[in-house]
């Protein structure tokens, strides 16, 4: 089955919305974005919402040791990273970690290839590029790239998606995962009750859809 997160929760009652969706995963960002939480503020959701989805810390470039320390207070089952983290960085982390890479316009194949292989990353993450911020940045990437890389590893698709295009998606890239942020808003951080229903609905149907026709 498909996983589907929704990334860049600020609000609880988007949180138990989320889950009661059937949703995967939440995200929350702790790197500069209008999507920021504090860990307090992530703490008091990750508590308040239902067990059943997993909770992402997304960070870039945060020391090893903060990032532990906010895995601990807040709960996290996985971190996101979303910065220049090196291959070696993943291995010290030594979390169940989802490394992003930002695709503009190429995709380093290479790099993808040796973070799955080397880097001890449960999945990749590719994302949209943007010159000014990291994640949640509504833009869209040829999704065929994700066929070039090798050995296989779990892949989650971001950027840009929302309930209209992600059937094409998933048919196009058969990911392992997707991932949401600004595609299922009403603004920055406030999410859409409808919008998030629908994604996940959608990527779950045309999953299915998929996979029956392979």
């Known amino acids: 089955m498909m996983w589907v997160k929704i990334c860049g929760i600020t609000k609880l009652s988007d949180a138990i919305q989320a889950a009661k969706f059937g949703v995967d995963a939440v995200g929350f960002v702790f790197a500069d974005s209008p999507r920021r939480v504090t860990r307090e503020e992530a703490r008091e959701i990750s508590r308040g919402m239902p067990d059943g989805p997993a909770r992402v810390g997304v960070f870039v470039n945060s020391a090893v040791d903060e990032v532990r320390t906010i895995i601990k207070y807040c709960g996290l089952d996985i971190v996101q990273l979303h910065g220049e983290e090196s291959y070696d960085y993943c291995l010290e982390l030594g979390e169940n970690i989802i490394k992003a890479l930002r695709v503009n316009g190429t995709l380093d194949i290479a790099k993808a290839t040796r973070y799955a292989q080397e880097g001890g990353v449960m999945a990749l993450l590719l994302d949209g590029f943007d010159p000014l911020t990291r994640g949640g940045t509504g833009r869209v990437f040829d999704w065929t790239m994700v066929r070039l890389i090798e050995g296989k590893p779990k892949l989650i698709i971001a950027g840009g998606l929302n309930p209209g295009n992600i ?18 808003e009403k603004s920055p951080g406030v999410k859409d009750a409808r919008l998030m229903y629908e994604f996940i609905e959608n990527a779950r149907k045309a999953d299915y859809i998929t996979e029956a026709n392979y």
């Open 167 to 184: 059937a094409d998606v998933v048919k196009i890239a058969r990911p392992y995962g997707v991932d949401a942020s600004s595609g299922v």
